[in-house]
């Protein structure tokens, strides 16, 4: 097997760069941990050999690795997902991510010191070196709300969902339609929201609305950013009369905004969310439904035929997202 020194070598960097990052040090970034798993693999080296007598063996639990697990739209996931393995004798195991370089770390290290029958992997972005190290983990691995190179995954078609919201609001006559969410830069390289934007930004086009770059706001995925993305817009010579948030989460920062300048929703602003969580109902928000409980479901399902079968096959499973009118839309005044 390769040594650490070889690995440095051929990866262009020093020994110890190559230490930190098989001891899943914070202080490497994403692209030079990349560099040096890169060069591992292509070596054939398996920073795990010397802990596999170490080894946890986890019988009849099911890894779930997750960011953010105590967001809306992860627990209406896990509804969907926990009750599906519980009835045929599978128990979860959370592996929460609060961190970009602790995600790096546990995609590639946790196929190697941990056996469980299975795992399951929500909205973390997959590079290819990750995804190699997930398909020869000694269990399934199955993804969802994101895609790895030959792996089993549930998503929705993000593009589509920001588009369809972007219309209803087109087709009740606004023009000036503002957009709020994530930068497409964000520490975790999640890519949902800049979808959604994407799709936002052809309805406009397809429309003939020009976009003005003006009327998107980028932050944190908080309903405090949210709230003063909005109030910015609102702050404008000529604010949006309607605005597509990327998520329910802000949907509701936005709605705080409008009402803290005395503004009516949706007479005076129309909004729009994503996600439909069980609060948009309650809210009476207009919203892009995705299947988050199915999504959970389906990937219990998969882990079950996985684990049934011991067969291992790569797709990308997309469920169809919907619009949910409710009351925060209406035509401009």
């Known amino acids: 097997m390769a040594t650490l020194a070889e690995i440095a070598e051929h990866a262009g960097v020093g020994i110890g760069t190559v230490s930190r990052v098989f001891n899943g040090s914070a202080s490497v970034s994403d692209q030079m941990r990349d560099r040096v798993l890169e060069a591992a693999a292509e070596l054939g080296y398996d920073p795990g050999a010397k802990k596999r007598s170490q080894q946890v063996t986890l019988r009849g639990f099911v890894g779930l690795l997750v960011t953010f697990f105590d967001e809306p739209s992860a627990l209406q996931r896990f509804s969907g997902l926990v009750p599906r393995l519980q009835t045929n004798n599978l128990h979860v195991v959370l592996y929460n991510i609060e961190s970009p370089s602790q995600a790096r770390s546990m995609l590639v290290e946790l196929p190697r010191t941990t056996s469980l029958e299975a795992l399951i992997v929500v909205s973390l ?6 995804a190699r190290a997930l398909t020869k983990a000694p269990y399934p691995t199955v993804l969802v709300d994101t895609w790895g190179k030959g792996l089993p995954s549930v998503t929705i078609d993000d593009r589509h969902g920001g588009r369809i919201a972007t219309q209803h609001l ?14 497409s830069d964000n520490s ?13 930004l052809s309805a406009l086009a397809a429309a003939g609305i020009p976009s003005d770059p003006t009327l998107i706001r980028h932050g944190a995925h908080l309903r405090e950013a949210a709230k003063q993305m909005t109030r910015d817009l609102l702050e404008l010579p000529d604010p949006p009369t309607a605005i597509v948030a990327a998520s329910d989460v802000q949907a509701v920062g936005v709605m705080e905004a409008a009402e803290s300048r005395g503004m009516k929703v949706p007479h005076d602003l129309s909004v729009v969310g994503y996600d439909d969580i069980e609060l948009a109902s309650l809210m009476g928000l207009t919203t892009v439904r995705q299947p988050l409980e199915r999504s959970g479901a389906r990937a219990a399902d998969l882990v079950l035929e996985a684990i049934g079968s011991r067969r291992r096959t790569a797709f990308d499973e997309q469920l169809e997202v ?8 209406r035509p401009p005044r």
């Open 125 to 130: 972005p997959i590079t290819d070196v990750e």
């Open 170 to 183: 087109i087709d009740l006559g606004h023009r000036r339609i503002g957009f709020v969410g994530e930068p």
């Open 188 to 200: 975790f390289g999640f890519v949902s929201s800049a979808r959604r934007e994407e799709g936002y």
């Open 322 to 329: 919907e619009l949910v009118v409710r009351s925060t839309t």
